[in-house]
């Protein structure tokens, strides 16, 4: 497959996400050898603290290289000891992940399972708590990316605190688009990741650790199993200006950029408005939205009209529209249809361009729609 066969699409899936012509440009200069150049050392730790200041962090932020995945694991990693007792909070697909990843490391976990069509109750996970604690660490997702849900993280954070429950918590799809104050919210471990709402390339996991985890992660009995998902390894790398490991400075350099253009903007009301624009969109057309409550503010998850089949219509968006969209995996495969509207995605020009492919595409799939998508959107966000 040729280079150019896989340019020239555009991306409006849940991630990874559409990636700026300045964040892009980032990566084309040639850079210092980050193992040897001190200037390097605080471009990074700057660029740790931009994060930091996005989730309101009294912490530590380390950037991990790897996707996502990395963050995840590397918390749990870092955070559980064998036979630690773990609550696994989910209504989802990640929040279920979770509970494979602390295993993994030795948990004796206890899943906390609740309708994945709703946020979480942070009544009915205290009553839990009360019933089958007490528990070291629980695990939980901001964002489920596959279902649109955005869970109450304010709420959960403050009773896992007030239980003594270390919190770590996925807000890889979350962080730029939700409101997060890891302080004012109480949360201990909060990850994210360079491909979603911050629209960079795949590639970093930022894992920020609150102080409060800081001692928890130095006052572990057995040493950590693996290195390099392992945060300890980076004890000392600013004062000491070294790191564990050969660092990927085109990466981070692009990651620099796009947070610099996340931080200048109010992102989190930017997204509920396009997120609440493109909800109503749907259903004044006819269609229902997969969350009942909770919506995410990054992505939206629409029931797939009956007698669709997902395929096709990604086929017409992709060959007449050189479009992509988000599909349903594991059980809501072929049952719905994401839209991502997180980073570079969260524009009404890419939303107006795909509502107008969706209405082409229906049409000639034959999907009845009871308004034109294009002709709602339009109204409603004021250009029409
Ligand atoms: C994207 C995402 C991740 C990272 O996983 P990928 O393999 O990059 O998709 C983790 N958690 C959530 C909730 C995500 O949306």
Redesign the pocket.
């Given at each position: 497959m040729a280079l150019n066969k896989i340019q020239g699409i555009h991306v409006m899936t849940?991630?990874p996400t559409a990636i700026h012509e300045s964040v892009r440009e980032a990566m084309s200069f040639a850079y210092t050898n980050p193992d040897l150049d001190e200037n390097f050392v605080e471009f990074y730790a700057e660029t740790a603290e931009l994060v930091n200041e996005l989730l309101h962090n009294d912490g530590e932020t380390y950037l991990l290289c790897g996707?996502?995945?990395l963050g995840?694991e590397a918390a749990c990693a870092t955070f559980i000891e064998a036979g630690d007792s773990v609550l696994t909070i989910a209504n989802g697909i990640?929040g279920k992940g979770f509970d494979d990843f602390s295993k993994m490391y030795g948990a004796k976990t206890q899943i906390f399972e609740s309708d994945d069509r709703l946020g979480i109750d942070p009544f009915a996970l205290e009553a839990f708590i009360e019933a089958k604690g007490p528990f070291k660490v629980a695990t939980l997702?901001h964002?489920?990316?596959p279902s649109g849900l955005s869970n109450p993280v304010e709420q959960i954070g403050k009773i896992l605190r007030k239980h003594g429950i270390l919190s770590i918590v996925?807000s890889?799809?979350a962080v730029g688009a939700e409101t997060m104050n890891m302080e004012a919210f109480e949360l201990d471990v909060v990850l994210s990741?360079s491909?979603?709402v911050m629209s960079a390339p795949?590639g970093i996991s930022t894992v920020s650790v609150s102080q409060r985890a800081l001692l928890a992660m130095q006052a572990r009995k057995t040493p950590v199993v693996g290195f390099y998902s392992n945060l300890n390894i980076w004890k000392g790398y600013k004062e000491n200006k070294w790191f564990p490991y050969t660092q990927p400075i085109h990466l981070i350099a692009a990651l620099r950029v796009a947070l610099e253009r996340l931080v200048k903007e109010d992102a989190v009301h930017k997204h509920e408005t396009m997120a609440q624009h493109v909800r109503e969109t749907f259903t004044n057309c006819g269609f229902e939205l997969y969350a009942k409550n909770c919506y995410a503010n990054s992505v939206t998850a629409v029931r797939l009209p009956s007698a669709l089949d997902f395929a096709k219509l990604q086929g017409k968006l992709k060959e007449d529209h050189q479009m992509l969209i988000g599909g349903g995996f594991g059980p809501l495969e072929n049952k719905i249809f994401r839209i991502g509207h997180m980073g570079e995605g969260c524009s009404l020009d890419k939303m107006n361009h795909l509502m107008r492919a969706l209405d082409q595409s229906f049409e000639s799939l034959n999907v009845p729609t009871s308004n034109s998508l294009l002709f709602t959107f339009l109204k409603l966000t004021g250009q029409a």
């Open positions: 849940p991630g996707e996502g995945i995840l990640f997702v964002c489920e990316t996925d890889v799809s990741g491909q979603k795949v």
